[in-house]
């Protein structure tokens, strides 16, 4: 009985240690701390912003409606919707007969003043050279004051006529040439080479100075300008290349580059205004007007290894 109690010690003493030692390794041992998650970097979340289309139309930089500079009847139109035009091509052409008449009497006047200046000219000669005549006379007791006062007029007043048919033959000449200024107003040229979008006149239509005649615009290059919202992570820049497709076909995708950048911020909008031109070879339909989308941001480039 002895030996028993002892055995039974024995293994509760053995027992009872290798319990404890599970328990005093969990209180021994820290607690590891929590790793964070590192914040995603400027980069990261450039290249992870989702794609927004943007919705704007494709323009060209010059499209004007040419106006009538002076007012007339229309006498023939020249070029209709569609046709294609260079700068200076003509397109309508307004009723001319009466300032063409005027044109002609100015030059006739013209012709006359330049003659009373030429036949002024030998009077002036004559009469001064006559003033100098009495002057020597008068030295010489010849001649007497009065004869030598009436030839000092006649010399002043032969420069007088001379100087007036002088301003004449000069304001004769201005309008003469405001005449033909006027005159090559009444043919409506194109303002520079595209295509003629619209026309609004008529042969036989009374035009007033001011009213509308064409409408002329360019093809190409074609541009696209959107907004950019301030808050996108990705800042426009000149040069960037982005794509832009057709509202109306998706698929149809063509690649712009950034042209032109607003120096501020639109605080209506709150938003970039950009300026891109599209590059590469375009297809003939691609008109400008047409509804396009604008992919923005732009696709990121891809990092070299």
Known sequence: MALLAVGLATCGMACGGSASRPQAAETETPARAAVPTPARTDAVARTTEATQ????????????????????????VLRDEGAR???GTPLAQLDDRTLRAQLAHDQDDLVV???NVKYNQAELKAKQANYVRYQELRKLGLSSDADLEKAKFEAEG???????????????????????LTLAKMQI?????????????RQGQLMAKGDRCFRITQLRPLEVRFP?????????????????????????????RILRVGPVVDP?????????????????????????????PPEPKPTRR
């Not at 289309?53 to 023939?76: K, M, Y």
């Not at 909008?269 to 992919?295: C, F, K, Q, T, Y």
Request: glycine letters at 8%.
């Open 158 to 180: 032969a420069q007088y006529d001379l100087d007036s048919w002088g301003a004449i033959v000069k304001r004769t000449e201005s309008q003469i040439r405001i005449a033909e």
């Open 113 to 115: 003043a330049q003659d």
């Open 85 to 87: 035009v260079q700068t």
């Open 53 to 76: 289309p943007i919705l704007s139309v494709l323009t060209v930089e010059h499209e004007v409606d040419v106006l009538a500079e002076e007012g007339g009847v229309v006498e023939n």
């Open 268 to 296: 209506a909008s709150g938003s970039w205004d950009v300026l891109a031109e599209l590059v590469g070879r375009l297809p003939e339909d691609l008109r400008p007007g047409m509804a396009v989308e604008v992919h923005w």
């Open 228 to 256: 950019v919202p301030e808050t996108s992570r990705h800042t426009p820049r000149a040069g960037d290349l982005i794509q832009v497709s057709l509202a109306s076909d998706g698929s149809r995708v063509f690649a712009a």
């Open 189 to 201: 040229r194109a303002p520079f080479d595209g295509v003629v979008a619209r026309r609004y006149i």
